[in-house]
Antibody, heavy 118, light 108 residues
């Protein structure tokens, strides 16, 4: 059974940093693209970042470019999102999701809440 | 950036009836379009990819159609568990992806 379990969310002050993790199991993690998607309270889904299967290629939404870094450890079956210079508008539930190649996202984690507030 | 626009924002339908949800892309996305269902407090679930292919385990009452810029998700006979928010997503422009703003399907 495919499972994705996020962790690392919490309350952080504006300008602070946080690192999210996504532990994967039930599939060959090293062969899949992975994504982070966020959802602000009461709002819709917003794609944040993506990484290819070996970690050699990444991409970001304009709103987080230069502040967030996606990475992965295929030996540990874990995806990461390092978030720096956090702003109030980064407050959201952050989901990790598995990509069907370069296409749709076929499995999602349950999400982890990040709150940026003083 | 490709903008995805969903309509209507809210759709009220009675159980057993048909629901039709629309999604429009600001430029052609070919058939690189997915639909997701999200129930309150839950993660999204993939329903349709490739505009018309049902994902694993998705009931046949869900169907997708369209290509280019106009897409439709149809739920043929609404069940109580189908009332949720539905999102379309384009992945034609990878590695950049965009979602629509969502359609809330509520019980009439």
């Amino acid at each position: 059974e495919v499972q994705l379990v996020e962790s690392g969310g919490g309350l952080v002050q504006p300008g602070g940093s946080l690192r999210l993790s996504c532990a994967a199991s039930g599939f060959t993690f090293s062969t899949y693209w992975m994504h982070w998607v966020r959802q602000a309270p009461g709002k819709g889904l917003v794609w944040v970042s993506r990484i290819n299967s070996d970690g050699s290629s990444t991409s970001y939404a304009d709103s987080v470019e230069g502040r967030f870094t996606i990475s992965r450890d295929n030996a540990k079956n874990t995806l990461y999102l390092q978030m720096n210079s956090l702003r109030a508008e980064d407050t959201a539930v952050y989901y990790c999701a598995r990509g069907k190649g370069a296409g749709a996202f076929d499995y999602w984690g349950q999400g982890t809440l990040v709150t940026v507030s003083s | 950036e490709i903008v995805m626009t969903q309509s209507p924002a809210t759709l009220s339908v009675s159980p057993g009836e048909r629901a039709t949800l629309s999604c429009r892309a600001s430029q052609s996305v070919s058939s690189n379009l997915a639909w997701y269902q999200q129930k309150h407090g839950q993660a999204p679930r993939l329903l349709i990819y490739g505009a018309s292919t049902r994902a694993t385990g998705i009931p046949a009452r869900f169907s997708g159609s369209g290509s280019g810029t106009e897409f439709t998700l149809t739920i043929s006979s609404l069940q109580s568990e189908d009332f949720a928010v539905y999102y379309c997503q384009q992945y034609n422009n990878w590695p950049m992806y965009t979602f629509g703003q969502g359609t809330k399907l509520e019980i009439k």
